[in-house]
């Protein structure tokens, strides 16, 4: 089996791709918080491994992306403890081997080159990678597997904690999309501005892309949060969640073939 681990701002994701049936079979994810990732790494990984009976010998091959430096060391010493082999890191130096091309490697995400790869292998054509996470980014790629760029705001969890923790009296809220986009109250109030308001954003920027770059781009979804927004959904080709998971695959392949 291949594992891969994705680092993120908010959680450590760790996902199981069984190479016989060809998917993605478990996944969990830890809080990144530095001060409890070790004791959640001790204690949670090998219980989960123990209910779902996987054995860390299963596991043949593990890659790992991080756009967080301070726990990479933390993650690939626990890697080398438990499964008892070395993850191999996603870097710049990871897409030398890659048919899609960063202007600036040491400058994007490994999170994003790995959208962009697994994006790649699925349209051969020009297409934009909405990813919802802790940011909501927009990365664009022309028909050569050139990035031509990426457009950064903030996501919509970590929009609604900066209305929390930057007001008295606003409170933080769940995300659910309301039915109207006139709050009747402050929790809802809340939710429309954020959720609808996220809505015109998304739909604005790649509009925008467009209008700049006329090419004829697929527009594929990604992240924890790519579901919720439904008012988007005839927006995307593709709402597909696992593909940051499986550009980690794909690169750690073919940097380890």
């Given at each position: 089996m291949f594992l891969a681990i994705d680092a993120g701002n908010s959680n450590v994701v760790f996902a199981l791709f069984d190479e016989k049936t060809q998917k993605w079979t478990n996944q969990f994810r830890l809080e990144t918080k530095t001060e409890r990732l070790i004791s959640q790494l001790s204690k949670k990984v090998p219980l989960y491994f123990l209910e779902h009976d996987i054995h860390p010998k299963d596991i043949e091959l593990i890659g790992f992306s991080s756009v967080v430096p301070e726990i990479q060391d933390t993650i690939q010493q626990f890697c080398e403890n438990f499964f008892g082999k070395k993850a191999y890191v996603i870097s710049a130096k990871s897409y030398k081997k890659l048919p899609v091309v960063a202007r600036r490697p040491n400058e994007i995400g490994t999170d994003l080159m790995c959208n962009v790869m697994a994006a790649w292998e699925k349209f051969h054509q020009p297409f934009i990678v909405v990813d919802f996470g802790t940011a909501l980014t927009f990365t664009v790629v022309d028909e050569k597997g050139q990035v031509l760029g990426v457009n950064i705001v903030p996501g919509l969890q970590t929009a609604i904690k900066a209305l929390f923790m930057?007001?008295?009296?606003?409170?933080?809220?769940?995300?659910?999309?309301?039915?109207?986009?006139?709050?009747?109250?402050?929790?809802?109030?809340?939710?429309?501005?954020?959720?609808?308001?996220?809505?015109?954003?998304?739909?604005?920027?790649?509009?925008?892309?467009?209008?700049?770059?006329?090419?004829?781009?697929?527009?594929?979804?990604?992240?924890?949060?790519?579901?919720?927004?439904?008012?988007?959904?005839?927006?995307?080709?593709?709402?597909?969640?696992?593909?940051?998971?499986?550009?980690?695959?794909?690169?750690?392949?073919?940097?380890?073939?």
């Open positions: 930057n007001t008295s009296k606003l409170p933080e809220v769940s995300l659910e999309f309301p039915k109207s986009a006139i709050g009747q109250d402050t929790i809802h109030a809340i939710q429309a501005g954020i959720l609808h308001g996220y809505t015109g954003l998304v739909k604005g920027m790649l509009q925008t892309i467009r209008d700049e770059k006329p090419l004829p781009f697929k527009i594929i979804a990604t992240g924890g949060l790519s579901a919720i927004l439904t008012t988007l959904r005839d927006e995307f080709e593709e709402i597909d969640r696992y593909l940051t998971l499986d550009g980690i695959r794909l690169i750690t392949q073919i940097n380890q073939a």
